[in-house]
């Protein structure tokens, strides 16, 4: 157990060169089964699909916010299809998404101003990307920004809330493998959860507040101006509930794109000859002015630097763990009932038999290749398949694009410092998203 706690993908990948794709591993009183190529991955994800379909919650989750779970840690039932029904007609629907376009395009202007202004000093990407991608979101939900670019403290606390239920609820506890223990927090996990809970919670609590006052004071709000959170209050949602739902949206909304953002950036800056050669491919066609209404899809080597991103570090390297609702069957061998089920992302995009070279940054891989990113192509799932897929893909790419286009075709990136960028430290850091554990800075010089 003690070998799983530091880098568990890693561990389990050398396992699985060992033992075969399908292990199994007793942790505790919990029994953890381990999917570990793309036939395991496509057995678990497609053909067992609604048997494995469960969820295992995290003992600092459960109970924190036992009277209104995360969706994505409960069981495929009807709270769970409503809440995701919800989300994508409102938030991640085709018609919704580009409903949302000219608020994406009036964030984006506004994080490019602040880089104008800021020429010559290094920028925290992570940062940046982030407080343009909450305040996108926020302004969906609640027609306010939450953050300003300037003010690096509240952006990175509210990003360290974020980011510490997310660690929290990976950490190995000794409470999810001895259940017997669970009440006396022996970690402290559950109660650092809900002191993050609370503190994230002050960002939205005064604005639900002022919303259910106007609502009671008769003030009308025309069809066209309502947002997300005009259409929790007329469902009825409890404030207890739209800041959990709230807290989730903004995990999911912000940390994968912002994750996939760092990476891309750190491949490009560290490969100067695949960077110059992406810039070439958009400036041919497009300028800083049509990048928010172009077509970003259509330019083959962006995308495909956009996928070896995605395989090379899998912004998820494990998928959020399943549970077997029925013993079933995997690649000849019983699941039984209430086990943990694993699909190791990370083990899938670095196996040489399924990829050449696979620690090598080489988006010529993907040119003329037909494999993408949603799910139905087992040897490249970075967003996983099946009912459980992420429903905000859609939306999430959306962003990546414009964002890492605009700084691609806008501006020439350095390192600080004069760093040599072909010896950038590219150690990853375990956690729900795979991130790189020193911060990328980058200087951004106008190419006007």
Not at 282 to 310: G, H, R, V, W
Request: glycine fraction near 4%; aromatic fraction near 8%.
């Amino acid at each position: 157990m003690h070998q799983m706690a530091k880098n568990p993908h890693v561990v389990a990948a050398n396992f699985a060169k060992q033992y075969g794709p399908l292990i199994s591993l007793r942790l505790g009183t919990r029994l953890l089964v381990v999917a570990s190529s793309p036939e395991a991955a496509k057995e678990v994800l497609k053909t067992q699909d609604r048997q494995l379909s469960g969820r295992s919650i995290p003992d600092a989750l459960q109970q924190t916010f036992i009277d209104y779970y995360f969706v994505w840690a409960r069981d495929c039932n009807e709270h769970w299809k409503s809440c995701r029904t919800l989300c994508r007609a409102e938030l991640f629907s085709a018609k919704a998404i580009e409903g949302q376009s000219n608020l994406r395009n009036e964030k984006l202007g506004h994080m490019l101003d602040f880089l104008n202004n800021t020429q010559g000093k290094a920028i925290k990407v992570e940062e940046l990307i982030f407080t343009t991608l909450i305040n996108t979101l926020s302004n969906v939900l609640f027609s306010k920004d939450f953050l300003d670019l300037k003010d690096d403290e509240t952006a990175h606390r509210l990003k360290f809330g974020l980011f510490k239920i997310l660690e929290n609820s990976v950490t190995p506890n000794v409470s999810d493998f001895f259940p017997i223990v669970g009440g006396l927090d022996l970690q402290g996990l559950r109660k650092d959860c809900l002191n993050h809970l609370d503190e994230l919670s002050s960002f939205s609590e005064a604005i639900v507040k002022q919303r259910r006052a106007q609502i009671a004071s008769k003030v009308v709000v025309a069809d066209d101006k309502k947002d997300f959170l005009d259409r929790l209050l007329e469902l009825n949602f409890t404030t207890s509930q739209i800041n959990i739902l709230v807290l989730e949206l903004c995990i999911a909304g912000t940390d994968t794109v912002v994750t996939t953002m760092e990476w891309a950036m750190a491949e490009l800056i560290k490969n100067k000859d695949i960077f110059l050669k992406v810039q070439q491919e958009l400036t041919q066609e497009l300028n800083f002015d049509t990048i928010m209404n172009s077509d970003l899809s259509k330019f083959p080597y962006f995308n495909a630097c956009i996928k070896e991103t995605l395989r090379l570090h899998p912004v998820v390297p494990v998928l959020i763990p399943r549970r077997a609702l029925e013993a079933c069957d995997v690649m000849g061998y019983t699941i039984p009932q209430n086990a943990q089920v694993w699909v190791n992302v990370w083990a899938i995009s670095h196996d040489p038999k399924v990829w050449e070279d696979p620690n090598t940054f080489k988006p010529e891989r993907f040119l003329g290749s037909n494999i993408d990113y949603m799910g139905h192509d087992y040897e490249f799932i970075p967003f996983g398949g099946g009912r459980r897929m992420c429903p905000g893909l859609p939306s999430g790419v959306k962003s990546l694009h414009i964002i890492l286009a605009s700084l691609i075709v806008g501006y020439d990136w350095a390192l600080p410092n004069g760093e040599d960028p072909t010896k950038l430290d590219m150690t990853e850091k375990f956690g729900v998203t795979l991130q790189k554990e020193k911060p990328l800075e980058i200087v951004f010089t106008s190419r006007k």
